[in-house]
């Protein structure tokens, strides 16, 4: 056979057994091997029937992704395509019953409905999650999947791309029997019970595809579905178009229109940029001076200084995850604001359906109030989320320093502060850490987790491996003033304001922003955050700034009219009662009044120029944050940008977006608008390079290891 796929014999039922470590990809030799092995079967006088299962801990989790890049590049080996495999299988004469754990997605739930019967485990896990690399099913399953779930199902976990549990596709009529105990023994049995049937074929059993009528209802609200949750995205509709082709035409045609369908999305600029975001989410969490054998801290227990917005959020984090967290306040009036918010919040999710009032008052359980450290020598971890101000936070670490027991993680949730002046209030600096959440922390995927220069790697590796148990996708970044994302975000809201101040209007700037698939403007995102925040800051660090530089002032100059955005009902633009933005034709004039007085040209601005102002002001910043070393790799930045920062996933995030429109292109806009804009706009050393070399921020990191 070969040593991907293995086949064995138990009493007249073949056993295949896919063994691709880690997830039994379906790399080149793995179809091959399957073929074999069916043809073998099929020959074998003395095999009645199969079992196809998938050795470790999954089915098969797909096609190789790594192999489209190879496909699009025009280095493909060529090898078996996996939709001739699947129609060998299904021809198979011999019942071929597929045993599903873990989970089968894409390709992998592809071979398992060209199987004649499907038996999973409890726990698996299906789906065509195709769409979140920006392309559709390629094997048929656009085509067998409304076969055997009908239309609605199929269109849905083809356009979402979300997994469904075992149950529920034995409901939907994907899966014939649910397994208890051990999978293999359970699917050998069902396969000597179906043994003697005749094989049926998922291409030739149409009876679930519906009538035009039903189905294009479907198709329509699956549309205007895609079109509004997936904005801007194009394999979503591609999606549904290949769907749609099952219930209208023969299984052969329907197949060729989806693979024209594959294609087109695969050798797209989206597809490019999503694959890439799936194998950056894993990057991040390789740090290249901290093995993955480092020892880590066990967290069996936690503690929470701050019961405010972000500290709430943090405390429900954890609990979610299991993790018992006493959560500790000031005072017992700010103690009762913090749980009764808590409470709201999870009474929101339970009211949406996102958990169950039986999980809730689990998790409430595991929240401990207290207004002292009494219990916190129990604690393997605190995260301080109290008040921004160096002062204060160095307060409680001193506190914590003298309470909590040797080996404890001391993490502070700042956002802008330095968090090697936060430790030296300590006398353990190695177990001190930055672990930034966004807001809210409950819902963010992103966690910044802010390196000190004394923070040990066992902490480190912690906090990483912790991020993940809490449904985070933890990315470590340097010490730096706003560390990654805000020191980046600082000139990316500068610009919007500048292109104000410059005859924009708040829409045209929010609306380009928009339109290039930002999940809210610039101008909106202060509105939401509250314009007030920034303008504190600026007024406290003022003094450092350097004169002659060209200042944004008329968020400033709204807040000293009390417009501080969303909280006070008015900030960029107008709030209704139910909290809906409305232009507001004053904050229009008053721009236009403030910008005469400060003697600011006005003139016509294009789309154009507000996404490369705002865009290239993300990208440059981003370059002298990669050059300083406080991102490890320009994937980082980007996995930053899509999780904390709502950038489109599929533009690949800032850096990845640079790349594809070229760093030279890149650099010119750069200049013009240094020589148009000044200082602000210096291009970064590292972008200059590169584009004068004519490489990208993605070679950055191979000349750094290939130096290293
Ligand atoms: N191809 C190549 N590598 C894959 C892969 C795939 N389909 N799926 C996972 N991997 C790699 C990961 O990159 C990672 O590599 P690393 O250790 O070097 O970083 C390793 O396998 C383990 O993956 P995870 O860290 O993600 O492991 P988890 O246990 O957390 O998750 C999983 C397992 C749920 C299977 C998750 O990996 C996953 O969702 N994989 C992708 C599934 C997918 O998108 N399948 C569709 C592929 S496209 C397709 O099939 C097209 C077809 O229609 C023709
Ligand atoms: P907040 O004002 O909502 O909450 C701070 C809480 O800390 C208050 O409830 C206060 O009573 C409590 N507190 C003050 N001193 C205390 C003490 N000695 N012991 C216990 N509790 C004490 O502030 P928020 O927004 O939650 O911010 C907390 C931290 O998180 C800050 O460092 C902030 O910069 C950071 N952060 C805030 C984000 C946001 O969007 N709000 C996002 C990311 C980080």
């Not at 379906?26 to 074998?44: H, Y």
């Not at 054998?293 to 972000?310: E, F, K, L, R």
């Not at 339109?515 to 995102?525: R, W």
């Amino acid at each position: 056979m070969s040593d991907l796929v293995q086949l064995a014999e138990e009493n007249g039922i073949a056993i295949i057994t896919i063994n691709n470590p880690p997830v039994n990809a379906l790399s080149p030799g793995v179809p091959e091997g399957i073929a074999a092995a069916i043809e073998q079967m099929d020959k074998d006088a003395s095999v009645k029937a199969a079992v196809l299962i998938g050795g470790g801990k999954t089915f098969v989790a797909g096609a190789d992704i790594k192999e489209f890049g190879k496909i699009t590049a025009g280095k493909s080996g060529g090898g078996l395509e996996l939709p001739t495999l699947l129609l060998k299988i299904e021809d198979c004469r011999k019942p071929v019953v597929m045993a599903i754990h873990g989970s089968a997605f894409g390709g992998g739930l592809e071979l398992a409905m060209s199987g004649h019967y499907r038996v999973a485990v409890p726990s698996a896990q299906i789906g065509q999650p195709e769409v979140k690399l920006g392309i559709i099913p390629g094997a048929a399953g656009t085509q067998r999947l409304p076969r055997l779930a009908g239309a609605a199902k199929a269109v849905e976990m083809c356009a979402d791309g979300n997994p469904i549990k075992a149950l529920d596709a034995l409901h939907a009529g994907i899966m014939d029997r649910l397994i208890e105990g051990d999978l293999l023994t359970g699917a050998i049995a069902f396969a000597r019970e179906i043994a003697d049937k005749p094989v049926r074929k998922t291409r030739e059993r149409n009876e679930k595809l519906g009538s035009a009528e039903e189905n294009d209802a479907i198709f329509a609200t699956a549309r205007e579905n895609a079109r509004k949750k997936q904005r801007g995205m194009a394999a979503p509709l591609a999606a549904i178009d290949a769907v749609e082709a099952a219930t209208k035409l023969p299984f052969d045609e329907g197949c060729k229109i989806e693979r024209k369908l594959f294609m087109d999305c695969l050798f797209s600029d989206q597809s490019k940029a999503l694959i890439h975001v799936f194998f950056g989410e894993r990057e991040v969490a390789k740090i290249p001076d901290i093995p993955k054998d480092t020892a880590v801290i066990p967290v069996n227990s936690a503690a929470v200084v701050g019961a405010g917005t972000m500290g709430g959020g943090i405390a429900m984090v954890l609990a979610n995850a299991g993790v018992p967290v006493l959560l500790k306040e000031a005072d017992q009036a700010a103690l009762d604001k913090g749980i009764a918010n808590i409470q709201k919040n999870y009474a929101t999710s339970v009211k949406r359906g996102r958990f169950t009032q039986a999980f809730v008052d689990e998790r409430l359980k595991l929240i401990q109030p207290t207004l002292g450290y009494d219990s916190f020598a129990s604690a393997d971890l605190v995260i301080e989320a109290v008040f921004e101000g160096m002062a204060l936070k160095k307060e409680v670490f001193a506190e914590l320093d003298r309470v909590c027991k040797p080996g404890a993680i001391l993490a502070s949730n700042t956002s802008t502060l330095n968090i090697d002046e936060i430790a030296s209030s300590t006398s353990r600096p190695q177990a001190v850490i930055g672990t930034h959440f966004f807001s809210p922390a409950n819902v963010m995927r992103l966690l910044e987790i802010v390196r000190g220069k004394a923070s040990s790697k066992e902490v480190i590796a912690t906090c990483m491996q912790l991020s993940k148990k809490i449904g985070k996708i933890g990315v470590l970044v340097g010490n730096c003033r706003g560390f990654v994302g805000n020191r980046m975000f600082h000139p990316y809201v500068r610009e919007s304001v500048f292109l104000l101040e410059e005859g924009a209007s708040v829409e045209a700037v929010d609306s380009a922003m928009y339109e290039f698939g930002m999940a809210m403007g610039p101008l909106a995102v202060g509105d939401l955050a509250g314009l007030d925040v920034g303008w504190r800051i600026r007024k406290e660090y003022r003094h450092l700034e350097k004169p002659g530089i060209r200042q944004a002032f008329a968020g400033d100059s709204l807040c000293e009219m009390g417009r501080y955005g969303q909280k006070t009902g008015a900030g960029w633009y107008k709030y209704d009662e139910n909290r809906r933005a409305l232009p507001d034709p004053e904050v229009t004039q008053l721009v236009r009044k403030w910008a005469a007085e400060a003697g600011i040209a006005q003139r016509q601005i294009s789309r154009e120029e507000i996404v490369d102002r705002c865009v290239y002001a993300l990208v440059n910043e981003g370059a002298r944050i990669l050059e300083d070393g406080y991102a490890l790799r320009a994937v980082d930045i980007d996995i930053i940008y899509l999780n904390g920062y709502g950038f489109p996933a599929y533009r690949g995030g800032p850096m990845w977006y640079a790349d594809a429109v070229g760093l030279k292109k890149v650099f010119d806009r750069v200049e013009e608008f240094h020589r148009r804009h000044g200082e602000l706009w210096e291009p970064a050393p590292l972008l200059k390079r590169l584009a004068e070399e004519g490489k990208k921020f993605a070679d950055f990191n191979k000349e750094q290891s290939a130096t290293a």
